[in-house]
């Protein structure tokens, strides 16, 4: 079995198709809201969920087929293994709720057509403290994109506010068209970061004089 026909629904026997409605969504985010679940969460799931819903055919019917060929979908479209799991787990997350486990996903493995994020998770934490206490906020918001997106150094100038927005970053034709998820806290806190620079559009984090940030300068953030 190769590592994509792993991430199939599992198939001891074939699950029954069922419809997807948005009312059912609706039920499903009321219940995550009264288990305190964040606006956050919530934001990213009822995002996602009605995403799936505008994929699915006309009869809105969650089968093998048409839940497989979403996530398919996801795999060309998004550029990292977090940014598909994050879709992946909203649906899990429904699934759950209306009692249909048998369609679970399992989660992407990063190593499956992506490359391993650069920094470990002791690494991310120490620099996140640094760029805290030298009061650096470009450095912290650069490496929260680097570890909580698995974007490139190189395309960090293509996080621009229009970008921060629509929640996606495209990275152009260079990468097959793909785009990068910004998990909705993430998304909020380049929001913030946007208003508190005065920048309404373009390249949100930039170098001397506005300039996009390019490579060189991002590995200096990296190695002060």
Known sequence: ???HSALLPQETFRPQPFTFTLESVDAFLAALKLK?????????????????????PEDKQISV????????????????????????????????????REFYFTLLPKSVEYSEPELTREEYLRLLRAAVGANDERSY??????????????????VTVEA???GEIPL?????????????????????YAQRKGCLTGPLITGRGGAAL???????LLHK
């Open 1 to 3: 079995m190769d590592a």
């Open 36 to 56: 305190g679940r964040s606006p956050n969460t919530l934001s990213t799931y009822e995002q996602e969920l009605r995403k799936l819903y505008r994929f699915l």
């Open 65 to 100: 087929e048409s839940v497989s060929q979403w996530r398919e979908s996801l795999i060309q479209n998004y550029a990292s293994p977090g940014s598909v799991n994050l879709c992946l787990n909203a649906f899990n997350s429904y699934l759950k709720f209306v009692g249909r």
């Open 141 to 158: 918001m650069v490496i929260k994109l680097l570890c909580l997106t698995g974007i490139r150094m190189d395309d960090i100038p293509k």
């Open 164 to 166: 921060v927005e629509a």
């Open 172 to 192: 152009g034709e260079i990468r097959g068209g793909r785009v990068i998820r910004l998990p909705e806290s993430l998304r909020q806190e380049l929001r913030q």
């Open 214 to 220: 390019t490579r060189t300068p991002v590995n200096v």
